[in-house]
């Protein structure tokens, strides 16, 4: 990345994080309300209509929907930290599970093989009787 984009990019990110404050919001309703009385002045149904859809609402909502995102986008992180944890937890005991599993295979194996061993013996003494 050149000088010119890390800047660029750098500035993009400043001013998108004030602009997405409910203060800018604020600061934002506060400028777009002084042009309010000239539009009630007017009379001017499409001038109010304007002043609401294009000053007031294009001003104020930028800033309350960059923040409402901010929320949902941190809201989300938080659950998919929380998946990632149970997952975690859930492999961890799996891991464990299989570790005790494989351990009494061990035991079953050797106590197998013993009864094999005493099947084997008791079969000899059944032939030389």
Partial sequence: MGKMSHFNAALAGKI???VGTMWCAYIFAAIALVSLPGAIKSGDTIIIVAWIAQTFLQLVLLSIIMVGQTVQSESMEQKINET???????????KESRTIATQEL?????????VHQLLRELESKIKSS
């Fill in 16 to 18: 998108t994080s004030m």
């Fill in 84 to 94: 990632h944890t149970a997952s975690l937890g859930e492999f961890e005991l799996a």
């Fill in 106 to 114: 061990k035991e079953l194996k050797k106590i197998s093989s013993e």
